[in-house]
């Protein structure tokens, strides 16, 4: 979307890095954090940006985020990888990844980020996010915290002519999106008054009422029943592939028609009533169209799988749908190579599929492959089973609580949302914070959809803008508003 042209910058601001292990009371497994801190910090002003991962991704993960507004005005960045990440562990090897992120066995190095129980003789790929057994999702505002306190301990080493560093002498700003956005408001809600100001990106939160939806809710049904609906729409975005999809697509249609989750005799027919199912469900339209680049990439079911695991506390083997994950070559799961562990750490998005793994469903069919599986998801919220039981408690510990008064939240959203759409995110979070009586704003951005990186294929360059720019400018106005000024109204950008 043009960074680094158009906006934002990648020019190097020379400094230090600090990463360690964070952990949470209760917790199995520690989470990553990670300050960076520049030579030239402002002593005067001093600032702490808290930047969690978006996604499950890595401790890097949120550095577009937070680092190009913040390092070259002086402010230190604390990330944190909220319990999730890359920290991947090869179970047919026993190796996982240490505190530097380079590749060891389980039994030659103490320092493993994540090592899993496992019962004897488990193969293939177990994650942090899915295998932790920690549900890291109910921590994340706890983790953006410790991170924030690492790195006032952080600065108090970088400069302790300076020290010490508290909440009441440096400026704390909590920015992310997505998932990370959904972390720093659920920061917003703990008490302590520790945080200055938030500025939440699309961010995946949960509340009570006010049509709130959660995640893996919504994930479920569009994974079920969007590849149908979509064969409803003309002009679709053109994710890879959509033509060789386009098959499968309409043998959905076909399945839920059998069913009984659509009506129709043909495709056509099936197609409109699943649009209609999904319309009065609350997806706009455009929430819709840019949903195909999530259909077709196959996202919903590879997010839908993980949280299943990570909801119930499953571990390796354990999936509630019999699920599970390895590298897989032309004859089927096989062993990692070295070369393919090392790169994990590094360029994995912390939910596969995934640099050469895979998600292995025990309920492929014949005619629908996913269908089984999805079904067995969807059920999970939906059925009255103990699993289902464990899931949504699971799902209920994740609910944000509303933020303090005087603690000014900024939320920016694309109208265009297809993976977390803003009628069941921040919409409701907004008028719940509101109804509490709190100071929040609403930057509603028309023509952005939900991932800044994919604007690099064509189709979606031509059609939808960038979201980060109006991120930075949220941090802007926010900083002048601690300095002073007014607090920035809601906006249609």
């Known amino acids: 979307g043009g960074y680094g042209t158009s906006y934002g910058s990648v020019e190097a601001v020379p400094g230090r890095e600090f990463s360690a292990y964070a952990a949470v009371p209760g917790a199995t497994h520690p989470h990553r954090v990670l300050v960076q801190v520049p030579d030239a910090f402002d002593a005067e002003r001093r600032c702490l940006v808290v930047a969690p991962a978006s996604g499950s991704r890595g401790i890097h993960g949120a550095i577009a985020v937070a680092a190009p507004w913040a390092l070259p005005r002086g402010c230190a960045v604390a990330y944190t990888d909220k319990g999730a990440g890359s920290d991947y562990f090869d179970l047919d090897a026993g190796v996982g990844f240490r505190v530097d992120g380079t590749a060891a066995a389980a039994d030659a190095a103490d320092d493993l980020a994540f090592v899993p129980e496992a019962p004897a003789g488990a193969t293939g790929i177990a994650f942090k996010h899915a295998h932790s057994g920690d549900n890291p999702e109910a921590d994340w505002g706890r983790h953006v915290r410790q991170a924030a306190e690492y790195g006032l301990d952080v600065l108090a080493r970088a400069f302790p002519d300076q020290a010490p560093f508290h909440w009441d002498d440096t400026r704390v700003i909590a920015v992310g999106i997505s998932n990370g956005g959904g972390a720093v408001l659920q920061a917003?809600?703990?008490?302590?008054?520790?945080?200055?100001?938030?500025?939440?990106?699309?961010?995946?939160?949960?509340?009570?009422?006010?049509?709130?939806?959660?995640?893996?809710?919504?994930?479920?049904?569009?994974?079920?029943?969007?590849?149908?609906?979509l064969l409803d729409m003309e002009g679709l975005p053109q994710p890879p592939a959509l033509d060789q999809?386009?098959?499968?697509?309409?043998?959905?249609?076909?399945?839920?028609?059998?069913?009984?989750?659509?009506?129709?005799?043909?495709?056509?027919?099936?197609?409109?009533?699943?649009?209609?199912?999904?319309?009065?469900?609350?997806?706009?339209?455009?929430?819709?169209?840019?949903?195909?680049?999530?259909?077709?990439?196959?996202?919903?079911?590879?997010?839908?799988?993980?949280?299943?695991?990570?909801?119930?506390?499953?571990?390796?083997?354990?999936?509630?749908?019999?699920?599970?994950?390895?590298?897989?070559?032309?004859?089927?799961?096989?062993?990692?190579?070295?070369?393919?562990?090392?790169?994990?750490?590094?360029?994995?998005?912390?939910?596969?599929?995934?640099?050469?793994?895979?998600?292995?469903?025990?309920?492929?069919?014949?005619?629908?492959?996913?269908?089984?599986?999805?079904?067995?998801?969807?059920a999970l919220w939906t059925g009255d089973d103990a699993r289902g039981e464990a899931l949504r408690a699971g799902v209920a510990e994740t609910k944000a609580a509303m933020p303090d008064a005087g603690l000014p939240v900024l939320v920016v959203h694309g109208t265009d949302d297809g993976l977390i759409p803003m009628a069941f995110s921040s919409k409701p979070y907004v008028d719940a914070a509101r109804a509490a009586g709190g100071t929040v704003s609403y930057w509603q951005v028309g023509d952005v959809q939900h991932f800044d990186g994919f604007l690099v294929l064509p189709d979606y360059a031509a059609r939808y803008k960038p979201l980060l720019p109006h991120l930075y400018e949220a941090l802007e106005q926010v900083d002048r508003h601690l300095d002073g000024a007014a607090f920035p109204g809601d906006a249609r950008l």
């Not at 500025?199 to 919504?218: C, F, M, Q």
Request: aromatic share 6%; charged share 20%.
């Open 245 to 378: 999809v386009r098959p499968s697509w309409e043998q959905r249609c076909a399945s839920l028609a059998e069913a009984g989750v659509v009506e129709g005799d043909d495709t056509a027919s099936r197609a409109r009533s699943a649009r209609e199912l999904l319309s009065s469900a609350g997806w706009t339209e455009e929430a819709l169209r840019a949903g195909a680049l999530s259909t077709g990439f196959d996202l919903w079911r590879a997010v839908a799988a993980t949280y299943a695991s990570a909801y119930t506390g499953a571990g390796v083997g354990e999936h509630p749908c019999g699920m599970s994950w390895a590298v897989v070559g032309e004859g089927g799961p096989r062993p990692a190579t070295a070369a393919e562990r090392a790169a994990w750490w590094s360029d994995a998005s912390g939910i596969p599929p995934g640099n050469g793994i895979m998600l292995l469903d025990a309920s492929v069919m014949a005619l629908d492959p996913g269908l089984g599986g999805l079904q067995c998801l969807r």
């Open 188 to 229: 917003a809600g703990l008490e302590g008054g520790w945080l200055d100001a938030v500025v939440a990106g699309e961010p995946n939160v949960l509340v009570d009422g006010h049509g709130s939806r959660a995640l893996y809710d919504y994930t479920t049904e569009a994974a079920l029943v969007m590849p149908c609906a």
